[in-house]
């Protein structure tokens, strides 16, 4: 039997990353929140992000971008339920934060309005 690193007990597990694809998928979560790293800063109104779950995609547009130094504050500006409609925010901060050290919480916090262009199943 291999033992697993500590680390890896405390990441999220995928059927916690489908949840948020389905939401997505939905049209029920409207904003997507990652840190501000550099592949973020490229990020514009009107671009077009793609987010593939098992063997289903969904193609969503910008909508707006917003920059924040902390979740706590980007929660102070955006709705707690764009972010998911079905978790409150003392929720919905302890999941990020299992996803995002404080090292990389420290990189600032960008918030991304999305709007749904289309879903589709990928198949044989």
């Known amino acids: 039997m291999t033992n697993r690193p500590a680390d890896l007990d405390q990441r999220p ?28 800063k490229r990020l514009k109104e009107g671009d077009l992000l793609r987010f593939t779950c098992r063997n289903q995609e969904v193609l969503t547009r910008i909508t707006r971008i917003a920059r924040y ?16 409609p079905n ?3 003392a929720d919905q901060l302890r999941n ?13 916090v960008v918030a991304i ?9 990928e198949g044989p």
Not at 18 to 26: P, T, V
Not at 96 to 108: D, F
């Open 96 to 108: 990020i934060r299992e996803i995002y050290p404080p090292e990389r919480e420290a990189l600032g």
């Open 87 to 89: 978790a409150s925010k």
């Open 13 to 40: 597990r995928a059927h916690e990353m489908a949840r948020y694809f389905d939401l997505i998928a939905s049209g029920g979560k409207t904003t997507e929140i990652k840190v501000d790293d550099s592949s973020r």
């Open 113 to 121: 309005g999305i709007e749904l262009v289309e879903a589709r199943a």
């Open 69 to 84: 130094d902390t979740f706590d504050e980007m929660f102070e500006h955006e709705p707690v339920s764009s972010v998911n």
